[in-house]
């Protein structure tokens, strides 16, 4: 059985192999997989998912709130300053843990930070995606919504997903939230990659672009392996 820690209010499932410097893996919505990385490498199950506790009922969640999980845990397990690798959703919570708890992130690894508010034109893209989601979710329920949704990634990790349909759907609005602008960002004082996965679309890749772009010394594409290193090393 995984270990437990308390997150900010829920406990939190974790699992840890390697040592040496931390890398704390922050999962996208649905969940994430992770290849092998250097390091004391340290992932959990954000609130909702897996083992870890949620608060009842659980509808919504904010980037915030998920960063303040992060935080707990790192500081509960001696993390800091760890190197924060983050896809999707996850690398946004890793921008705002660097925001507000600049002392437990050494630097920020965002892979796909869906910062569509950056992307003007990725609103009829999302509006026909929500469109679409609610309508399997009215027809066949939030399981088989969030299966559908991720069809794409393979019928594992579409089933874990659906496993934890209650997480997505609370996960789902959190990036879009989130109200910290280019100015915010520039006040960053911590190194950040920003990479793409092999499958961001065109608008993920702009929203990449639009955060790099608006980070004072962010570095833009190359290896998830090769940006850990990078950051640890540093």
Known sequence: MAPVIEGAGVSLSYSEHGEGAAVLLVHGIGGSEWPPLPGRVVGYDRRGYGSSGAPEPYHRTTVEEQAEDAAALASGLGLGPAVVVGDGLGGVIGLDLARRHHALVRGVVAIDPPLFAFVPE???????????????????????????????????????????????????????????????????????????????????????????????????GGALREAVASLLAA
Request: proline share 4%; glycine share 6%; hydrophobic share 50%.
């Open 122 to 220: 990725a609103s009829e893209m999302l509006a026909a995606e929500r469109a679409e989601l609610e309508r399997v979710l009215r027809d066949k329920g939030p399981a088989e919504a969030v299966r559908a949704y991720f069809a794409d990634r393979g019928r594992a990790f579409a089933a874990r997903a659906a496993e934890a349909h209650r997480a997505f759907f609370a996960d789902y609005g959190a990036a879009a939230g989130w109200s910290v602008g280019r100015r915010e960002l520039r006040a960053l004082d911590v190194p950040v990659w920003v990479l793409d996965s092999p499958r961001a679309s065109a608008y993920a890749r702009a929203a990449s672009d639009a955060l790099a772009a608006a980070l004072p010394e962010a570095r833009r």
